[in-house]
């Protein structure tokens, strides 16, 4: 088989790029890049790469215990070409970075770094897949990754994603599905994201995502689970009856209040009249989504959610003042809601990702194109 022809067919599927590190008797900073990093093993917890066996490079690290995978940005293409240099013996010079847990280098705007234990070393071909026991892991910065394809180093914008279906979700994703199509020109001419959002039981998950934001900023996860009650979900009970809209706030931890729970009924109110919620920019909110990207799902997560909750400020959380026109904002997000039959809101629309700080003229825009995509999702909802 012709070796180019091989190449030239494999090269039409993309890879992530990623930066294999270690340290050379503990002292000195060793490593190289590589398009053939992947997930191998939850249970136990293992990763893998791939080595030519004529690569001087893994020579330095087959020699090593341990090493680091750090995921690279599409910002980090010098840092890529460093590493990628053969026989070069000075990789690391002008490249900032620290130590990992277990002692390896973790390059600084790295989008993730997976600290792992050298578990084994498998012969394949003119390669060796090698294996490594993950010890500690972390998201680093948000951003897109770096990748390889056809021949050449890129990124790409991810114009539309959908959470896998499950038995859970399989109702939800077909309306999302539904939506993804009529996102797709309001993201593009503002230059933001546009998440699908709907109630699951007792959370609130990010069903889709269609778009990018202009200004940088990584994706926003699909898959994300939040509680679905006070201050988080409103727009899915704004319009229901107060029986439901008591039980919601009673979930939350402003619900054993009554001053508290009467704010939160006109702050309902009010959010229906206008017919669209904001949320700005806090420390907390900034600490909420931290925790819910960050942290796996268990009684940990849900402790600390449950304290941040405590914190956004009750119905000032959605409930945000008049916008003025020539006014700056800082803004988290914008949502509206998506109505089906009978005037329920099976979902909402949010846009993620506005720039830092926006004219309320331009937010006020935004909402207004967004009110008419929804109008537009919701013509196709069945009814």
Known sequence: MDERFFRDVLGHYPTGVAAITSMSNGTRPIGMVVGSFTSVSLDPPLVGYLAAKTSSSYAQLRQQDRFCVNILSDQQEDVCRSLAIRDRTDKFDGLAWRRSPLGSPIVDGALAWIDCEVADEVDAGDHYLVLGRVTELEVGRPGLPLVFHNGGYGSFTPRSRVLPATPDTLAQIRLADLARPVMDELTRDLGVECAVMAA????????????????????????????????????????????????????????????????????????????????????????????????????????????????????????????????????????????????TVPMYLSLFGFPKPSLGFDILHAVERLLACAGRVAERLPR
């Open 200 to 343: 699951i039981d007792d959370v609130v998950v990010r069903l889709a995502s269609v778009g990018a934001p202009r200004i940088g900023s990584g994706p926003i996860q699909v898959g994300q689970r939040m509680p679905f009650w006070a201050p988080l979900g409103a727009l899915l009970v704004a319009w229901a009856d107060e029986s439901v809209q008591r039980r919601w706030i009673a979930r939350g931890p402003d619900g054993v209040d009554p001053a508290q729970v009467d704010a939160h009924l006109a702050a309902l109110r009010r959010v229906r009249d206008r017919g669209w919620l904001i949320s700005m920019i806090t420390p907390e909110f900034e600490a909420l989504d931290r925790v819910l990207t960050d942290l796996p799902d268990g009684p940990e997560k849900a402790a600390r959610i449950r304290d941040l909750e405590s914190r956004l400020g009750g119905p000032h959380a959605y409930d945000h003042e008049r916008l003025e026109f020539d006014r700056s904002y800082d803004v988290r997000n914008v949502s509206v809601p998506v109505f089906g039959a009978d005037d």
